[in-house]
């Protein structure tokens, strides 16, 4: 089922089912590609036919683009579609169009770490990776910048090197953190960095208010951080309002970066760095802090062990194509030392990552 989205130019298509339109309408503030047409990233085919059926391709439903998707390129149908589009000079569809060939639906999955599928091979290709540093970083005690004396439980690491801009924006008091929790009574980190002039956001599901302001930096959004937004026409989705992505309250909280990311989401965290990813949303942070369980894949994450780690793996590697660079791991040694619910590799089931975007100004 759809979701809409609302920038102002209206698109004249309504959807073919007893549903609101299908796409309510498009504009050039579409171009950053950001804002998802669908909840889910492979929008049925016949539904995508169907919307450009209807602003003039040409092409019937079941026929033409919804043939190519999802998740495959648009090849053969490239100039005739933009041919009609030229002729009908069809803005919204334009836009669509666009938003369609550049809009990725799935990351790049990395070859096999051997000739054939191994879950031993691609278990030691993985550990090896999150306990590697591929950056130094000297300075990463948050208690050389703040008065506040409390230790932090978790090793909540963030780069105060001078390279890197993070150090330059916290005195300048203009750094900006979000933090995404599950019912976690662990807030030291954040405690410090508002002490230390960070404009801190905390979002986790189980506040009771809506919003929330502690002191004179700190603020507490009764929200979650999802890998999809809810679909306000399905009744069931309702119970999931206070769920939403990361790029959807960037717009509403009218962010455009963020200096630091902390999640603690609770296996959730492989989808929702997926949709990062997708989204390009990551281009907009400066540093990652990431807790990740491998003690099972993850929400919504299926397939057999290897196919599952070789997942986890190829996003790991997306962040370095967008040259994030993992600066600090921590392997919790007081979590069960499991991998995929089997005691195997020498690993814990859950490790503290930080990654400094080399390239965040």
């Given at each position: 089922m759809p979701t809409l989205i609302q920038p102002p130019v209206p698109c004249p298509l309504t959807s073919p089912w007893n549903s609101p339109p299908?796409?309510?309408s498009l504009s050039p503030l579409t171009m950053s590609f950001r804002a998802a047409c669908w909840e889910h990233a492979a929008p049925p085919p016949r539904a995508l036919a169907a919307w450009w059926h209807g602003c003039g391709g040409g092409v019937t439903v079941g026929e033409g683009l919804g043939a190519s998707l999802p998740?495959?390129?648009?090849?053969?149908q490239h100039a005739a579609f933009r041919k009609?589009?030229?002729?009908?000079?069809?803005?919204?569809?334009?836009?669509?169009?666009?938003?369609?060939?550049?809009?990725?639906?799935?990351?790049?999955?990395?070859p096999w770490a051997s000739p054939t599928p191994s879950l031993n091979?691609?278990?030691?290709?993985?550990?090896?990776?999150?306990?590697?540093?591929?950056?130094?970083?000297?300075?990463m005690n948050m208690n050389s910048l703040t008065d506040n004396s409390k230790t932090i439980k978790k090793p909540w690491s963030v780069c105060l090197d001078d390279r890197f801009s993070l150090v330059h924006r916290i005195k300048s008091k203009q750094c900006r953190l979000y933090s995404l929790g599950l019912s976690s009574?662990?807030?030291?980190?954040?405690?410090?960095?508002?002490?230390s002039g960070c404009e801190v956001h905390r979002f986790d599901p189980s506040i009771k208010s809506a919003h929330i302001q502690e002191g004179q930096h700190l603020w507490n959004h009764r929200l979650s951080i999802d890998w999809?937004?809810?679909?306000?026409?399905?009744?069931?989705?309702?119970?999931?309002?206070?769920?939403?992505?990361?790029?959807?309250?960037?717009?509403?909280f009218g962010h455009q970066k963020i200096d630091v990311l902390k999640a603690d989401m609770e296996s959730a965290e492989w989808k929702i760095l997926e949709n990062l990813i997708l989204e390009d949303i990551v281009e907009q942070i400066g540093q990652l802090v990431f807790e990740v369980h491998i003690h099972?894949?993850?929400?919504?994450?299926?397939?057999?062990?290897?196919?599952?780690?070789?997942y986890w793996y190829s996003l790991l590697k997306e962040l370095e194509l967008k040259d994030f660079r993992l600066f600090h791991t921590?392997?919790?040694?007081?979590?069960?030392?499991?991998?995929?619910?089997?005691?195997?590799?020498?690993?814990?089931?859950?490790?503290?990552?930080?990654?400094?975007?080399?390239?965040?100004k």
């Open positions: 299908l796409i309510q998740g495959r390129e648009l090849k053969g009609g589009i030229a002729a009908r000079s069809t803005t919204p569809c334009w836009y669509f169009f666009l938003y369609l060939q550049t809009i990725r639906w799935h990351v790049d999955l990395q091979y691609e278990a030691l290709r993985f550990l090896k990776y999150i306990t590697t540093p591929q950056v130094s970083c000297e300075h009574d662990d807030n030291q980190f954040e405690i410090s960095m508002a002490n999809r937004d809810p679909n306000p026409a399905i009744a069931a989705h309702k119970l999931r309002s206070h769920r939403k992505k990361l790029g959807t309250i960037l717009n509403e099972w894949p993850g929400f919504e994450v299926s397939g057999n062990d290897s196919t599952v780690v070789r921590y392997k919790d040694l007081l979590k069960p030392q499991m991998f995929l619910k089997k005691e195997a590799f020498n690993a814990s089931s859950c490790y503290t990552l930080s990654w400094v975007n080399t390239r965040w």
